[in-house]
């Protein structure tokens, strides 16, 4: 089967297409899926080019890939059909989903192995040409949820600051801070993006046409904001410290974060760690399904471009997600 692979760490050119990679073994909890497509994200860069703290974990050569879409072909020795049928996961099913944050295996191969409990059925009414949205949704989804929820816990009245609002995460943060309860969104992102940004709800400051410390200083007449969700984290992290509420909270999204100098100001900051449950997975798949979080694909693009993906990546102003179509 085809299955994109490296054997060193480097930049996207050490990514190559193998046409005899192995089938794998599912092991007793896991489902055998046919991949159609592929979810990228900034973390696929990072572990490719081992600047990521999973890097070092990696056996080389590796797989790509942390999310997909695909169907069910079978399940592992604990997951008969009818086992799988009882979890909506019966042999035929589209599913889409990501590996839980130990399994290191790619999923941009014709036919993976994945945990049962990863997986979630994506409805039948779907569109075959949907299908990009719902293999770039889990790992987006699942971040916004645990940065939203778990890390920055907003409630109702809540004044929130999304840096990078049209991203693969920050398209999810907007609508899942507003449902959370937040009495006003702001996002930043270039001004070409402002207008995506409105319509997820937001109010946007074009940082590379205005100065977005300004904007909010005046906004929140000097007070700050309850909540940073902060996807940008390089240049954003410190200055928004200066515009955060008392009792404020502030969350970047990169694991590599430093939050000591907001510890150090007394100003709660936490890193969100993905949760891979069936439940937030179906969460998501209500939200999409209702139009509620109308994440965008901004690439689809064949198996073999996926250095040209990476570069695109790499480039750090994705709209959306950029997706893998293994049938292109
Ligand atoms: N903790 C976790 O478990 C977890 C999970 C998922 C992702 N992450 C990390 O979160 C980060 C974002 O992920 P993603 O998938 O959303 O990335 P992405 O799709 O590449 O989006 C990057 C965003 O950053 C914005 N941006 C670039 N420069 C900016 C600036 N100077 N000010 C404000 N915004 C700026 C871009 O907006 P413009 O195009 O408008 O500039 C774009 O919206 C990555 O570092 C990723 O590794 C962490």
Request: aromatic residues 4%; hydrophobic residues 40%.
């Amino acid at each position: 089967m085809r299955a994109i692979v490296f054997d060193r760490f480097g930049g996207p050119e050490v990514l190559t297409v193998a046409s005899d990679a192995p089938e794998p073994e599912p092991t007793p909890e896991e489902v055998l899926v046919q991949v159609t497509h592929v979810g990228l994200n900034p973390l696929d860069h990072k572990i490719r080019d081992g600047s990521s703290r999973l890097a070092s974990q990696l056996e080389l050569p590796a797989g790509t890939g942390r999310e997909m879409a695909g169907t069910v072909i079978s399940g592992g020795a604990d997951l008969d059909d009818s086992e799988l049928g009882s979890r909506g996961l019966a042999p035929g099913t589209r599913v889409f989903g990501m590996r839980p944050p130990g399994d290191l295996r790619g999923t941009a191969a014709e036919v993976i192995a994945i945990a049962a409990d990863a997986l979630s059925p994506v409805p039948t009414e779907v569109m075959h040409e949907e299908l990009p949205r719902w293999a770039g949704l889990a790992l987006v989804g699942l971040t916004a949820i645990s940065a939203v929820d778990d890390a920055a816990r907003v409630c109702a009245g809540d004044t929130v600051l999304i840096h990078g609002g049209t991203g693969g995460v920050g398209q999810l943060l907007i609508p899942m801070a507003l449902q959370a309860g937040a009495s006003q969104v702001w996002a930043t992102g270039r001004a070409a993006n402002a207008q995506r940004i409105r319509e997820l709800g937001a109010t946007p400051i074009a940082y590379d046409e205005e100065d977005w410390e300004k904007v909010i200083e005046e906004a929140t007449e000097g007070r700050g904001v309850d909540v940073v969700l902060d996807t940008h984290y390089h240049s954003t992290f410190l200055p928004s410290l200066d515009h955060i509420a008392p009792g404020g909270r502030v969350v970047p999204l990169p694991t590599l974060a430093d939050l000591t100098p907001a510890t150090e100001r007394g100003i709660t900051a936490v890193i969100p760690e993905i949760t891979v449950t069936r439940e937030r997975l179906d969460r998501l798949v209500i939200g999409l399904r209702e139009g509620h979080y109308p994440l965008e694909v901004s690439h689809v693009l064949p198996l073999e471009q996926i250095s040209r993906a990476h570069e695109l990546l790499e480039g750090g102003h994705t709209r959306g997600k950029i997706v893998l179509d293994l049938d292109a």
